[in-house]
């Protein structure tokens, strides 16, 4: 079975457009979302256009700001000080990877936690680990959507997640963690992978290299969900961490890439601007 991301963010999309057509007549406005993408990196400038198209597909107000690749970091902090003070804006996402001559910890601390709709603020990251009402990064609660729709059981599963970084790895375990999954974090590093990879029972890869998940390494029947988004060296087409072609008959489930985890990113974007938004109105929930 292929889980398609696509169709699923379709349906919940659709869900959220009737939720937020009912905003104007209760708050007198729609969610509003400002994008910040700093240069012209190609993946970049898709994924925000992305980011814009899901917003108008909603009905939430998106505002996408660029700024030039030699931005200083005290002019994009700036920028980001006149958004949080801004009252017309409820969620605010700098796109990363920034510059190397800006610091991404210094960009993702300055934008107010009530409007970080990414997650990746160090509260909201606290609040997650310490088991605290929090916004939920949108790669990894864009997963574990897409397992319980595909009616996967997660509670008392072997998961094994190949990747640690702060945006996917770390938290995607955390929330299977949460389910009551067994969970190992694997890595680069991890001495005989395919033996570590075999027992998982529920697979997630994101390590960013294509093809990296061969078939030896999947045991029959295991779920395999793939965050990977790459070109193929070859062939320059997108092509996720897992080879797909051979993984996908020994897997029970597979997310295909593209049309799997990076839609439901999307989707999971616009339900946590609406969360920010919904938020103002009831300032005791977080
Ligand atoms: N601040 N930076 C911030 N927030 C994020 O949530 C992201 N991410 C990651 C990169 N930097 C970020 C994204 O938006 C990755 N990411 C993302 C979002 C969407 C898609 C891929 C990555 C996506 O829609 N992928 C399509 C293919 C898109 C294409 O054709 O280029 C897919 O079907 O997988």
Redesign the pocket.
């Known amino acids: 079975m292929i889980i398609s991301?696509?169709d699923l963010s379709a349906r919940l999309k659709a869900e959220m457009a009737a939720e937020v057509a009912g905003f104007p007549g209760k708050y007198g406005r729609v969610p509003h979302l400002v994008v910040i993408l700093v240069g012209d990196d190609p993946?970049?400038m898709?994924?925000v256009k992305?980011?814009a198209k899901a917003s108008e597909v909603v009905g939430i107000r998106n505002t996408t700001i660029r700024k030039p690749a030699d931005i200083t970091e005290a002019e994009l902090l700036g920028l980001i000080a006149g958004l949080n003070a801004d009252d017309s804006v409820d969620g605010i996402?700098?796109?990363?990877?920034l510059p190397a001559h800006i610091s991404e910890p210094k960009v993702i601390e300055a934008i107010d936690k009530s409007k970080d709709v990414?997650g990746?603020h160090p509260l909201n990251v606290a609040a997650l680990w310490q088991k605290q009402p929090c916004t939920l990064p949108?790669?990894p609660k864009g997963i574990i959507r897409m397992l319980k729709s595909a009616g996967v059981g997660i509670s008392g599963k072997r998961a094994v997640v190949i990747g640690r970084s702060n945006?996917v790895g770390l938290p995607v375990a955390k929330l299977l963690l949460d389910e009551n999954a067994t969970v190992t974090i694997a890595h680069s590093r991890t001495a005989d992978l395919p033996s570590v990879t075999k027992e998982a029972e529920i697979l997630v890869v994101a390590i960013g290299r294509p093809r990296f998940v061969t078939a030896d390494m999947v045991s029959d029947g295991a779920v395999v969900i793939d965050v990977g988004?790459n070109r193929d060296p070859e062939t320059g087409r997108?092509c996720g961490d897992v080879d797909f072609e051979a993984v996908e008959p020994k897997a029970s489930v597979i997310s295909p890439?593209?049309?799997?985890?990076?839609?439901m990113?999307?989707c999971c974007?616009m339900e946590n601007t609406i969360e920010c938004f919904l938020r103002r109105y009831t300032p005791d929930s977080i």
């Not at 996402?93 to 990877?97: A, D």
């Not at 890439?257 to 839609?263: F, S, Y």
């Open positions: 991301g696509k993946a970049s898709s994924y992305g980011k996402l700098v796109q990363l990877p990414d990746f949108c790669t945006i988004v997108l890439v593209p049309g799997g985890v990076g839609p990113t999307i974007l």
